[in-house]
């Protein structure tokens, strides 16, 4: 059991202990879902809203675990050649002219080949990397934002954790790295990738637990300033907005507040601030309307 | 032994609540649940993590596992096997077997000639066998899904400069650059979203409509999304995408629990918009809607949602049946709201028109089509 060695955690609340000293403050799913993802050497598919934390838990287990995190923003028409590996192509050319001069235009064709492809051109990609460098996190970001092809070929490396490059032999981790891959789901994800992974959906925060959020990214943010910023954008999140704020957002926003020295959220400054939280015209509108911004002061 | 019965048990509840989890999700529950013990929490998760795929799942998986769970005794309930589904192959033309094999005989260009006036027909208005027919029409119709260009580049005669195939085709050469490679872009499908009204004024549509769908969605299963609108909003792509179409209809339909109510096309276009179109299924695709425009809601409300439909999507398509007839004015409160913000109105009460949609659809994802003010 590598993994064991390397990441010395034997339970969930270890994994929410270690996350918590990151910053990250898990709720017991996220805690569970990354205690098995270790332990099952199974890649974790995290969907849910945006700004729930989905790429940031990726981040906080790098940190948390003492590794790097190599992430992999996917977007459509996403190649093997951007994501695995792909050749050196003008060192190549460089070299070849070279061994031609070199030679004195008696070349083997057959040796130059097999010289151009070695590891001293080989441009090693997220993928490649992270097995080339496992133990490690690998962030497969925004896997929905790919093409379908592209998914069937990420599964291929996931459950083998292993790549053949055809004129250069195989690459595999000797431990696995620990995988979280995220998704908006603007697409659905194949089954067969769902098959092989374990599935979280991410929830906004409650209350309490988005005010710890909130205290603990920003040291020195006001106890009431953090309630009520969290308290607003709860409420912001039950209305039917366009883009309902996420913890991200309110992160901004009480970053916002507190860089212009305000202990307290009062309705003047929560309208000029409102655009570090909420993104769209309409949803401005209808905060100020609903009178969100002026209840409980 | 008597847990692990229990956990495999829960597991089969679940499928028989219908969620699909198949004996590796199984295996990697039971897998879980020796990692993290037999806590109930603990358990919840694990199974939540293993068995589950999607959201729409989480509340059947928190009800099935309340019921299963719940009460210590009911680990002895009776688990019922899965129904299997029946294989049933619908006929795809009538020429061998199949109902109307009494037609057989009659010439080949009367039968011809039928096809082509039930392919007019207005589809509310046809007999039990026509709307036989009629499926079998559908289910060899081929639409061709419609493309657009890719970013990636793919081998070909004309185009820019390859440098890795020229590079390989050098080295042949040892060293020359004899041949040069050339690429250019290649095709990627253009997603299409149809948006399909089965409130009641539809109903006599809803049917043929969705087996229309379901040709659509078997011919590119990836590149496309249906949806129903009614008094709620539906996803049904995910039913549709199965070979069978009675089987897929069936599914389909069970699914949609406001077959034939009332209309509330703003609200439930809004719904759309918030929960999937916004995150990037409207965005860059065709959007079709099926609807009469019958509103009972706001008409400010669906003017505002086809307006944010419209900037999200490629082209807007409003497929309206009531269209097709004669002396058709565009009047319901529905249809005045949503004209502005729509690329195309096209009847789509028949077949033909159907097709006609389809075309549609084909022409507005290309490249600099699209934006056209609407005509009847």
């Known amino acids: ?297 | 032994m008597h847990t692990v019965t229990g956990l495999v048990g829960f597991a089969r509840a679940l499928r028989h609540s219908g969620m699909a989890c198949g004996p590796t999700r199984v295996q990697a529950f039971l897998a879980a649940v020796e990692q993290v013990g037999f806590d109930r929490d603990a358990v919840y998760w694990a199974g939540r993590l293993t068995l589950c795929s999607d959201p729409d799942d989480l509340p059947r998986y928190d009800a099935a596992f309340e019921s299963w769970f719940g009460n210590a005794e009911s680990s002895g309930e009776p688990v019922g096997r899965p129904l299997p589904r029946p294989a049933q192959i619908a006929a795809l033309t009538g020429a061998d077997g199949g109902p109307d094999e009494g037609e057989a005989d009659r010439p080949l260009a009367a039968a011809a000639s039928d096809a082509e006036v039930l392919r007019r027909r207005d589809l509310s208005e046809l007999g039990v066998p026509e709307r036989e027919h009629l499926r079998r029409m559908l289910a060899v119709l081929r639409p061709e899904p419609p493309s657009r260009p890719a970013l990636r580049r793919r081998g070909s005669k004309r185009g820019a400069l390859s440098s890795r195939a020229t590079l390989r085709e050098m080295l042949r050469s040892g060293g020359e650059p004899v041949r040069l490679r050339r690429q250019r872009r290649s095709r990627r499908p253009r997603r299409v979203v149809l948006l399909v009204d089965v409130s009641g004024s539809m109903s006599a549509y809803a049917d043929a409509l969705l087996r229309f769908a379901h040709v659509v969605v078997r011919r590119a299963p990836v590149s496309t999304e249906v949806f129903t609108l009614g008094t709620r909003m539906t996803r049904v792509s995910r039913q549709l995408r199965q070979r069978d179409p009675e089987a897929a209809l069936l599914a389909a339909s069970r699914a949609v629990p406001d077959f034939s109510g009332g209309t509330r096309l703003g609200e439930t276009l809004r719904v759309f918009l918030d929960r999937w179109g916004q995150r990037g299924v409207a965005r860059g695709a065709v959007v079709v809607l099926f609807s009469d425009g019958w509103e009972r809601g706001d008409a400010t409300e669906l003017a505002d949602q086809m307006r944010r439909l419209r900037r999200l999507a490629r082209a807007v398509i409003w497929a309206n049946p009531h269209a097709g007839h004669d002396g058709y004015q565009p009047v319901q409160s529905g249809i005045v709201a949503a004209m502005p913000h729509v690329d195309r109105m096209v009847a789509g009460h028949s077949l033909r028109s159907l097709e006609d949609v389809w075309s549609w659809v084909r022409r507005l994802s290309q490249p600099g089509a699209g934006g056209a003010k609407c005509e009847i």
């Open chain 1, 1 to 297: 059991m590598a993994v064991d060695d390397a990441f010395d955690l034997n339970s969930p609340a270890e994994v929410a202990k270690a996350l918590d000293d990151t910053g990250y403050l898990p709720d017991d799913g996220i805690a569970t879902a990354a205690f098995l993802a270790m332990r099952m050497r199974r890649p974790l598919l995290c969907e849910g809203e945006p700004g729930t934390g989905k790429t940031a838990l990726a981040q906080a287990l790098a940190t948390a675990l003492g590794v790097d995190l190599i992430r992999l923003q996917c977007h459509e028409g996403i190649d093997a050649a951007q994501a695995l590996y792909d050749w050196d192509f003008p060192r190549q050319l460089l070299h070849l002219r070279t061994l031609e001069a070199a030679a004195g235009g008696e070349l083997d064709a057959e040796s130059a080949e097999s010289s151009l492809y070695t590891r001293r051109f080989l441009l090693a990609r997220p993928l490649l990397r992270a097995l080339q460098e496992s133990p490690c996190v690998l962030l497969v970001d925004e896997i929905d934002r790919a093409d379908d092809e592209f998914e069937a070929f990420l599964l291929e490396v996931l459950s083998e954790y292993a790549v053949t490059i055809p004129e250069f032999g195989v690459v595999s981790a000797a431990q696995p790295p620990i995988v979280v891959l995220t998704s908006n789901r603007t697409r659905e994800v194949h089954d067969a990738l769902k098959r092989r992974c374990l599935y979280h959906w991410l929830e906004h925060p409650d209350l309490e637990r988005e005010v710890a959020i909130l205290r603990r990214r920003l040291p020195g943010l006001d106890e009431r300033l953090a309630e009520q910023v969290a308290a607003t954008v709860q409420r912001m999140r039950q209305m039917d907005l366009l883009k309902p704020p996420g913890v991200a957002e309110a992160l901004d926003w009480a970053q916002a507040l507190q860089a212009l020295g305000q202990d307290e959220l009062d309705t003047e400054t929560a309208a000029t601030t409102l655009g570090a939280v909420l993104k769209y015209r309409e949803d401005a509108e209808r905060v100020r309307a609903a009178g969100v911004l002026t209840a409980e002061r």
